[in-house]
């Protein structure tokens, strides 16, 4: 009998890298990407233990919530900082950091010129 692939191995491998890329999306969608991989990734480790015998392996699935429990933490992290950064320095703060950055990167622009 020919083993088959997991159905949705390859979307739990795609959310979680996706995870991983959107951290830094106020953490976020990072954070809602790494959940639904990692509850998809839980329901076909349940599909292939009911048969293990059908399925070729959890080899990508075992992969892929391995990186969606990094991009959790990841966006965490950075939810964490970003809530953290708007209370200590608050709206006015971030705007005149913001613009400061954009000071500067003008400022280097004109000194390469």
Not at 65 to 90: D, E, P, Q
């Amino acid at each position: 009998m020919i083993k088959q692939k997991l159905p949705h191995a390859n979307t739990i491998l795609i959310l979680s890298i996706l995870s991983v890329i959107t951290c830094c999306l106020y953490g976020v969608v990072g954070i809602v990407l790494a959940v639904v991989a990692i509850q998809k990734a839980k329901k076909e480790e349940q599909l292939y233990w009911e048969n293990p015998e059908q399925y070729a392996s959890l080899g990508t699935v075992s992969a892929a919530r391995v990186i969606a429990v990094t991009g959790l933490i990841l966006s965490t992290i950075y939810l964490i900082f970003t809530l953290y950064i708007w209370i200590v320095v608050g709206e006015d703060g971030m705007a005149a950091f913001q613009q400061n950055l954009i000071e500067k990167a003008r400022y280097q622009e004109e000194m390469n010129q």
